[in-house]
């Protein structure tokens, strides 16, 4: 899915981390919570890796 | 970590987005000329969420995701939104009243630039968004059955139906009726940001749904103003019609 590339997987993952801490804040299933937490903090992490990766593309071709 | 200090860390993370956002609109690098806004709802705020749409907008496209899949999903999320309130999870409702919101943007965006756009997705679409509405609402109605909130919830939802009301009927009437304070995406917007921070409020400070019960109050007087609002102009402007 290359058009969640960058912003895509981090606002997914910001959506998935904030039902993840809705289940851990409102519920006594804090197991299923803290899973959603996870997957979203590592969406969001993928996301911002690959903004991160994708300037610095952008600024060694600039250099170049 | 103890709830009320996760509950602040959720808060930090909240207001960290929405001062990156206000940077942004500050900092406005996107065009908002083209997006229409409201006195609430400004076209450089809706610009603004619109580009974080956009990834999703565009693999929709590619997928060929039709556009009445996207509203059915919204009906979907919604009877979600119904189960969390009535379940108490008022912090996830709020999320997902947001993620609603956010799909009925999605099936408009996605039918205006793939192949779906029709009169019959158009009405669909209108349906099933009052549909989607109530259902939401519906939530609130058991989180609140035993209570003065409940009869709150239920002016909302009268205030909803007739601001939507108005504006069809005007419509069919050859008036245009796009006035008024509290439109649909403002509802979306004030009831989940309402139950977000109403729910990080009930674990910070032990409030009880105080900021919910406000939000739900305001909902309820501002809809129904909205309704009047549009019940007077659209009287006036059939008033001066010629065929009147």
Redesign the interface.
């Given at each position: 899915?290359p058009?969640?590339?960058?912003?895509?997987w981090r606002?997914l993952g910001?959506?998935i981390?904030?039902?993840g801490?809705?289940?851990?804040?409102?519920?006594a299933a804090t197991g299923a919570g803290a899973l959603l937490l996870a997957v979203g903090a590592g969406l969001f992490g993928l996301g911002v890796a690959q903004s991160l990766a994708a300037r610095g593309v952008r600024g060694a071709g600039v250099q170049g | 970590m103890s709830r009320p200090l996760f509950a602040l860390l959720n808060l930090g993370l909240i207001l960290g987005a929405m001062s990156w956002g206000l940077h942004w609109y500050l900092h406005a690098a996107a065009d908002s000329s083209g997006v229409k806004g409201s006195r609430f709802l400004g076209s450089r705020v809706r610009a603004w969420y619109f580009t974080n749409l956009e990834p999703f907008e565009r693999l929709f496209v590619r997928l060929g995701v039709r556009p009445i899949a996207i509203t059915y999903a919204q009906v979907a999320v919604s009877v979600a939104v119904a189960f969390a309130y009535g379940a108490g999870l008022v912090f996830c409702a709020g999320w997902l009243v947001l993620f609603a919101g956010t799909l009925d943007i999605l099936d408009g965006k996605v039918a205006r630039r793939g192949v779906g756009a029709s009169p019959r997705g158009a009405f669909l679409d209108s349906v099933m968004d009052r549909y989607a509405e109530f259902v939401s609402y519906a939530g609130l109605i058991v989180l609140f059955a035993h209570g003065w909130r409940v009869w709150a919830v239920l002016l909302a939802i009268l205030g909803g139906v007739m601001v939507s009301y108005a504006r069809a009927r005007a419509e069919s009437l050859g008036a245009r009726c796009e006035t008024g304070w509290l439109q649909r995406p403002e509802r979306f917007v004030l009831l989940g940001f309402g139950s977000i921070f109403g729910s990080l409020a009930d674990h910070v400070f032990d409030t009880r749904h105080l900021l919910l019960t406000v939000t739900i109050v305001a909902l309820a007087v501002l809809a129904n103003i909205t309704a009047w609002q549009r019940i007077i102009y659209v009287s006036r402007a059939l008033d001066e019609s010629p065929h009147a």
């Open positions: 899915m058009e969640l590339r960058g912003k895509g606002v910001y959506f981390w904030m039902l801490a809705g289940i851990v804040l409102d519920s | -």
